[in-house]
């Protein structure tokens, strides 16, 4: 009987996360989030050499990551501080600064699919360990959003710019994570817009900025234009409104540093994601107008982008 293993990893990783999720104690926990790892190394997988060296290194990070976090659990059984080795596993399997360039060195050699599983349900479980664990994470969050907008600003790879910025939303989680509320709500939103960007730049087989000139298709130029727009934070994008979420519950608890700080590092952002459409923009008919279509039928791209809206899928009285 065939089986297609493809299928059998996801549900198995999706297990696992679910595991985690409902477990009422740090073993389970790690239980959970080991069997998502296991079951996401093989759906990474395939035949490049590059991608050979992406999977070893990230089981070894892994692993150095969980015998951290079995360690602070013994130190938790033995009553004795256990909330910074814990709090080093998390940020470590996070990818949170400094300890992000391992992220870096794995996603090259990945598919974008894989990229969208570690950026987005990768996160979840440490996301959920850490609001379990009352520490200042204050230095980590700024040093991520420095890092997160300033390093993307001189890469031409896509997958490298999609990672730093998602260390750059990952630090705005941070910020709220004993709020589970908001910070669930930016990942599912954060989720949305990110799968795609995924979802376009994959099917168009885009991997540099100075590929998105070559493609001749007005209607996919425009769509890309918008969901990046939304990711960079413009309003009336929903990219806007979870960025509020976050500056509001800064607001309320009178951090004004960090929402400075934030403010300024997003401007940055917005400008790496306005320069992978402006070359595409500038170049918008690449071929002569009576070689063009005049009918575009509207694809589905489209159609999500258009829901990217926040007014038609959340009330903004959550605000």
Not at 59 to 67: D, K, P
Not at 178 to 194: G, H, Q
Not at 294 to 313: D, F, G, Q, W
Request: charged residues 5%; hydrophobic residues 55%.
């Amino acid at each position: 009987m065939f089986m297609n293993l493809e299928i059998m990893f996801n549900f198995s990783m999706m297990m696992g996360v679910i595991i985690a999720l409902s477990s009422n104690n740090w073993f389970s926990m790690w239980i959970g989030l080991e069997m998502s790892i296991m079951s996401f190394i093989p759906i990474m997988s395939t035949n490049k050499k590059l991608n050979s060296e992406s999977c070893i290194k990230f089981f070894i990070v892994q692993s150095l990551s969980s015998s951290i976090m079995m360690m602070g659990v013994i130190m938790m059984s033995m009553s004795s501080q256990s909330n910074f080795m814990l709090t080093l596993a998390i940020m470590l399997k996070l990818g949170l600064s400094p300890f992000h360039t391992w992220m870096m060195s794995i996603v090259e050699g990945m598919k974008y699919y894989s990229i969208f599983i570690l950026l987005t349900l990768m996160k979840l479980i440490p996301l959920q360990m850490m609001s379990y664990i009352n520490i200042n994470l204050t230095i980590p969050v700024m040093l991520s959003l420095i890092t997160g907008s300033m390093a993307g600003l001189n890469q031409n790879s896509i997958k490298k710019m999609i990672t730093y910025s998602s260390i750059f939303n990952l630090s705005f989680m941070m910020t709220c994570i004993n709020n589970s509320n908001i910070w669930l709500t930016y990942l599912f939103m954060y989720t949305m817009l990110v799968g795609l960007l995924m979802m376009m730049v994959s099917n168009m087989n885009m991997m540099f900025i100075n590929q998105l000139m070559i493609n001749t298709d007005n209607l996919n130029k425009t769509t890309l234009w918008i969901t990046l727009l939304a990711l960079g934070g413009l309003p009336p994008m929903m990219g806007f409104f979870m960025k509020m979420m976050i500056l509001k519950h800064l607001w309320i608890i009178n951090s004004m540093t960090m929402m400075t700080l934030m403010i300024m590092t997003s401007l940055i952002i917005m400008f790496f994601y306005m320069r992978m459409t402006v070359l595409t923009m500038l170049f918008y008919n690449t071929i002569p107008k009576w070689m063009t279509k005049l009918k575009s039928k509207l694809n589905s791209y489209t159609t999500l982008s258009i829901l990217m809206t926040p007014m038609m899928m959340f009330n903004l009285k959550s605000l």
